[in-house]
């Protein structure tokens, strides 16, 4: 079932054409200031003096890029209005505000459950020596 | 060994979802959306799919958790931390949240030969339903 106002462009691909193990990504951008700023301010008052603070040290907020999925997804499914299940992470090491990192990922599971349709994706964030810095896996309904 | 929990509010309303919706569609522009429209901002769309109203991005009220980690523990959490959430209920414009990490006691986990202090994470509704939970934990 899928929301009449969907607004990303739909390429045809759905849950029964992704396969576990298939690959996706990689992104590869610079975390700038900018950036982190925007994500600063995406959150509630009480919160950005410390986030505020992370930024002036020169540090990324360690969950900002864990919406990288829907990138990574992109051209491989469809997301339509599945909801989040759950989500894991694991901070390895912090990653500074001006570098550029690589994110790749990888489909780690496919189920159906109640009558719902899931995916479970990994997927990396590494910095520009190569080293891991973050380790994401979601699990998200795609109905 | 004991810690003090920690906690926040959050006023989950339409302009706060719509300022994190717009994160990735600034950071990556050929995935913006037209604001206004999908599950995440238009109030039919979201009711066509069967929630009460546009619902809120779950790695919004995620981020939370990691900042009230950063707050206690600073560089430990930002170079050991790990959080693993289970998203029970969805979270709607207009909802108000409140984040509560470390209510129950302290939990020690031996992982891969790493010792780590692990804290329960509750998040709540207005309506004092059990949205999301989950733990974080620390190398100690």
């Given at each position: 079932m899928s929301s009449k106002n969907d607004t990303l462009p739909t390429i045809g691909r759905t849950w029964h054409d992704i396969r576990?193990?298939?690959?996706?990504?990689p992104l590869t951008y610079s975390v700038t200031r900018e950036m982190v700023l925007d994500f600063c301010h995406a959150l509630p008052a009480d919160q950005k003096p410390y986030v505020d603070a992370q930024a002036a040290a020169g540090m990324m907020p360690p969950t900002m890029l864990c919406t990288d999925y829907i990138p990574l997804l992109h051209e491989h499914l469809d997301l339509g209005w599945g909801l989040m299940a759950r989500h894991s992470l694991?901070?390895?090491?912090s990653v500074a505000i001006g570098d550029t990192v690589t994110v790749t990922g990888e489909i780690a599971e496919k189920y159906e459950k109640k009558g719902r349709h899931y995916w479970t994706l990994d997927y990396s964030v590494r910095n520009s020596r190569g080293e891991l810095c973050l380790e994401n896996r979601i699990t998200c309904s795609v109905d | 060994m004991t810690q003090e929990a920690m906690k926040t509010n959050i006023a989950m309303t339409q302009d706060a979802i719509n300022a994190f919706g717009a994160l990735i569609g600034k950071r990556i522009p050929w995935l913006k959306r037209k604001p206004g429209t999908g599950h995440h901002a238009d109030p039919e769309a979201a009711k066509s799919v069967g929630l009460r109203g546009?619902?809120?991005?779950?790695?919004?009220?995620?981020?939370?958790?990691?900042?009230?980690?950063?707050e206690r523990f600073g560089q430990r959490w930002l170079e050991t931390?790990?959080?693993?959430?289970?998203?029970?209920?969805?979270?709607?414009?207009?909802?108000?949240?409140r984040i509560h990490i470390g209510d129950?006691?302290?939990?020690?986990?031996t992982e891969d030969d790493d010792s780590r202090m692990s804290l329960q994470v509750d998040i709540y509704n207005q309506l004092d339903e059990l949205v999301a939970?989950?733990?974080v934990s620390i190398k100690t």
């Open positions: 576990i193990g298939q690959p996706v990504g694991a901070i390895h090491k | 546009p619902v809120a991005f779950s790695l919004h009220y995620y981020a939370q958790v990691s900042q009230l980690m950063t931390g790990k959080i693993a959430v289970s998203f029970i209920k969805p979270v709607c414009a207009g909802d108000a949240l129950r006691p302290v939990q020690r986990v939970a989950g733990s």
